[in-house]
């Protein structure tokens, strides 16, 4: 009887200490597997700037879109959209915000982006050049940051002047160099 024991016990602890160990060879050869995909992923960051240099005219206002800049910070995807514009409009008195004179949508694939800095909430008009009063004549630069989808489909920049006399007008910019 007790022989019979100690060759149970003797089989246990052989299968324990076999599952231990293969326990741990999957966890080393898992470790192995996911730092090749890590540098993959070092390798695949993404740092593109574009020169786009578009510009739209309209009554009111004129922009010209200078650059787009992507890259990734904290594991997101990020566009920088650097643009100047200029107010034309007498009609407003002598200063009017970008805010006023355009609806601004950037999309990717057909869905609008978000803006990630808030900048066209108008709670932030102290400190966002969206809501800086330009004077007639003057140009201002916007930098607008905006969360991406992916860095392979092309964004497009979309500006509707208010005056409801104009129509809509799309810069698409190709995110691939």
């Known amino acids: 009887m007790i022989k019979n024991l100690l060759i149970l016990m003797s089989a246990l602890n052989i299968l324990l200490l076999g599952a231990c160990g293969t326990q741990t060879n999957n966890e080393v050869n898992e470790k ?5 995909k890590q540098e993959k992923r070092k390798e695949k960051s993404v740092d593109l700037s574009i020169d786009v240099n578009k510009e739209l005219n309209f009554s009111k206002f004129d922009v010209e879109i200078k650059k787009v800049k992507v890259y990734e910070k904290d594991g997101a995807l990020l566009a920088d959209i650097s643009l100047d514009w200029r107010n034309k409009a007498n009609d407003y008195g002598s200063e009017m915000t970008f805010f006023v004179a355009t609806q601004f949508d950037v999309k990717q694939g057909g869905t609008s982006l978000v803006e990630i800095n ?7 008009k102290n400190t966002s ?7 007639v004549g003057g140009e201002w630069t916007l930098d ?17 002047p208010t005056t409801e006399t104009e129509g809509s007008e799309t810069i698409t910019v190709n995110l691939t160099e």
């Open 129 to 135: 050049d969206v809501f800086f009063p330009n004077t």
């Open 144 to 160: 607008l940051t905006y969360d991406l989808i992916d860095a392979k489909t092309p964004i497009d920049i979309v500006l509707t």
């Open 32 to 36: 192995t597997e996911d730092e090749p």
């Open 118 to 124: 808030d900048a066209w909430n108008p709670e932030n």
